[in-house]
């Protein structure tokens, strides 16, 4: 259905595009033939109107301020649209395809749509907080995406951690929820375990430093947005790269700052079998294991994600 919906998007886009040039040669041909009268206006008529008006000091003060704020609105917009060819070419040159200032009900729709778009059988990569409202709830952007892809790799941060209480502890004004930190980290593991066990190509490692950046890589575009340390994620602006095949946007540096994240051995990968953290060296080599549970912590109600 929603690749029904897709294509159908695709199609009403191409039906817009048609109809602008229809409407763009329409144009073209009425100028074309609205030529002759106009000049037989600027020989004839226009000549007796301006004998008519020259003499008349009103009439000509009125003609020349009307001219000069044309002239005024013409090179105001002439210097606009400079400035923003200018930034219109630094976000090319950065990779930005897309920005979202506020998440209301269009944004949304739209985010999530592009979303699935992008990363439909793609490989992901993900870091966050929880994943909870990312992920796990059906309505979130991320829910059908992580369904369908091919690998995920998704980084969440550690709720033992003393990064998760404090970030737990700022957010705690935010919202009101019946899901703790701890609960919602357990149903992202809960959700993730239903696909690995769905023969989904799905790995976890858990963080335990303070979040800065919330990073979805889905193909080959990524979303990015920051993490303010006492505002909800969804109040934040959300910004989409594009990766270029010239590598000078910024897709390559957030992604190379996550595959560092990624390979860290200070990062443990959580085991969906043992339901233990499990520490490797650079070599890849386990050296230690730790047995992980949720049952021990149960605080906070800011939603996080």
Same mark, same amino acid.
């Given at each position: 259905?929603?690749?029904?919906?897709?294509?159908?998007?695709?199609?009403?886009?191409?039906? +817009?595009?048609?109809?602008?040039?229809?409407? &763009?040669?329409?144009?073209?041909? %009425? &100028?074309?033939?609205?030529?002759?009268?106009?000049?037989?206006?600027?020989?004839?008529?226009?000549?007796?109107?301006?004998?008519?008006?020259?003499?008349?000091?009103?009439?000509?003060?009125?003609?020349? &301020?009307?001219?000069?704020?044309?002239?005024?609105?013409?090179?105001?917009?002439?210097?606009?649209?400079?400035?923003?060819? !200018?930034?219109?070419?630094?976000?090319?040159?950065? %990779?930005?395809?897309?920005?979202?200032?506020?998440?209301?009900?269009?944004?949304?729709?739209?985010?999530?749509? =592009?979303?699935?778009?992008?990363?439909?059988?793609?490989?992901? +990569?993900?870091? %966050?907080?929880?994943?909870?409202?990312?992920? &796990?709830?059906?309505?979130?952007?991320?829910?059908?995406?992580?369904?369908?892809?091919?690998?995920?790799?998704?980084?969440?941060?550690?709720?033992?951690?003393?990064?998760?209480?404090?970030?737990?502890?700022? =957010?705690? @004004?935010?919202?009101? /929820?019946?899901?703790?930190?701890?609960?919602?980290?357990?149903?992202?593991?809960?959700?993730?375990? #239903?696909? !690995?066990?769905? *023969? !989904?190509?799905?790995?976890?490692?858990?963080?335990?430093?303070?979040?800065?950046?919330?990073?979805?890589? =889905?193909?080959?575009? +990524?979303?990015? #947005? @920051?993490? @303010?340390?006492?505002?909800?994620?969804?109040?934040?602006?959300?910004?989409?790269?594009? @990766?270029? *095949?010239?590598?000078?946007?910024?897709?390559?540096?957030?992604? *190379?700052?996550?595959?560092?994240?990624?390979?860290?051995?200070?990062?443990?990968?959580?085991?969906?079998?043992?339901?233990?953290?499990?520490?490797?060296?650079?070599?890849?080599?386990?050296?230690?294991?730790?047995?992980?549970?949720?049952?021990?912590? !149960?605080? %906070?109600?800011? /939603?996080?994600?």
């Amino acid at each position: 259905m929603r690749q029904l919906w897709i294509e159908l998007r695709t199609l009403a886009k191409g039906a +817009m595009d048609l109809c602008f040039h229809s409407v &763009v040669i329409a144009l073209s041909a %009425g &100028v074309a033939f609205s030529l002759p009268s106009a000049a037989r206006f600027l020989g004839r008529d226009f000549l007796g109107y301006w004998s008519q008006i020259e003499n008349d000091k009103v009439s000509l003060v009125t003609i020349e &301020v009307a001219l000069a704020m044309l002239l005024i609105a013409c090179t105001n917009y002439l210097r606009r649209s400079i400035r923003d060819r !200018k930034l219109a070419e630094m976000a090319a040159h950065t %990779g930005l395809a897309y920005f979202f200032p506020t998440r209301n009900r269009l944004a949304e729709s739209r985010m999530k749509k =592009l979303k699935y778009a992008h990363g439909l059988v793609r490989n992901i +990569m993900l870091i %966050g907080s929880t994943g909870y409202r990312t992920f &796990v709830d059906p309505k979130g952007d991320l829910h059908f995406v992580l369904k369908n892809c091919m690998e995920g790799k998704i980084l969440l941060l550690n709720p033992h951690s003393d990064a998760a209480r404090a970030r737990a502890r700022a =957010l705690g @004004h935010v919202d009101s /929820v019946t899901d703790g930190f701890p609960e919602q980290v357990a149903k992202s593991i809960a959700f993730l375990k #239903q696909l !690995k066990a769905a *023969q !989904k190509s799905i790995k976890l490692k858990l963080y335990a430093d303070p979040p800065h950046v919330k990073l979805a890589i =889905l193909g080959d575009h +990524m979303w990015l #947005q @920051h993490y @303010h340390p006492s505002r909800d994620a969804h109040s934040m602006p959300e910004y989409v790269f594009r @990766h270029n *095949q010239d590598e000078l946007g910024l897709y390559p540096l957030f992604y *190379q700052y996550f595959v560092k994240r990624w390979e860290s051995p200070e990062i443990p990968e959580y085991d969906f079998a043992t339901d233990e953290l499990v520490y490797r060296d650079s070599a890849g080599n386990v050296v230690n294991r730790k047995s992980f549970s949720l049952e021990e912590e !149960k605080r %906070g109600a800011a /939603v996080l994600n």
